[in-house]
C-alpha cells in the first residue's frame, strides 16, 4: 500500500500562485507514475498533468499548460504542482494519485486540498 498525503492548498487571488504538496509513503517503491487531479464542484474529476516516477517525464492538460508545473523529490518521496497565473477556474479539490507500473489506473489516491481562487 501507497499513503499520500496533500498540503499547500488555500485561498488566492486570481494571478497569485501557490505550490501543492503531497507526501507518499509505505511501498513508495511500488510507485511507476504519479499526478495531480482535480474536481470542482458540479463537475467530474479531471487530470491536471502527470510524471513518470523514475525518467521525471510530464504531460499537462492544455488548461494549466504553461502555468503548472509538476515535479518529483525521489529522495523525500514527495510530489510537488506549482501553480502560476491561478484563474478562477482553477479552483478545485486537487488530489493526488499514484499508480503502479502495467496498471492504467490509478490505485493510490490522497485526501484532496482545496484551492480557492478569488477574482
Known amino acids: 500500500q501507497v499513503q499520500l498525503v496533500e498540503s499547500g492548498g488555500g485561498l488566492v487571488q486570481a494571478g497569485g500562485s501557490l505550490r501543492l504538496s503531497c507526501a507518499a509513503s509505505?511501498?513508495?517503491?511500488?510507485?511507476?507514475?504519479m499526478g495531480w487531479f482535480r474536481q470542482a464542484p458540479g463537475k467530474e474529476r479531471e487530470l491536471v498533468t502527470i510524471i513518470n516516477w523514475s525518467t521525471g517525464s510530464t504531460d499537462y492538460a492544455d488548461s494549466v499548460k504553461g502555468r503548472f508545473t509538476i515535479s518529483r523529490d525521489n529522495a523525500k518521496n514527495t510530489l510537488y504542482l506549482q501553480m502560476n497565473s491561478l484563474k478562477p477556474e482553477d479552483t478545485a479539490v486537487y488530489y493526488c494519485?499514484?499508480?503502479?507500473?502495467?496498471?492504467?489506473?490509478?490505485?493510490?489516491w490522497g485526501q484532496g486540498t482545496q484551492v480557492t481562487v478569488s477574482s
Open positions: 494519485a499514484a499508480r503502479r507500473p502495467l496498471v492504467s489506473t490509478y490505485d493510490y
Open positions: 509505505g511501498r513508495t517503491f511500488s510507485i511507476y507514475g
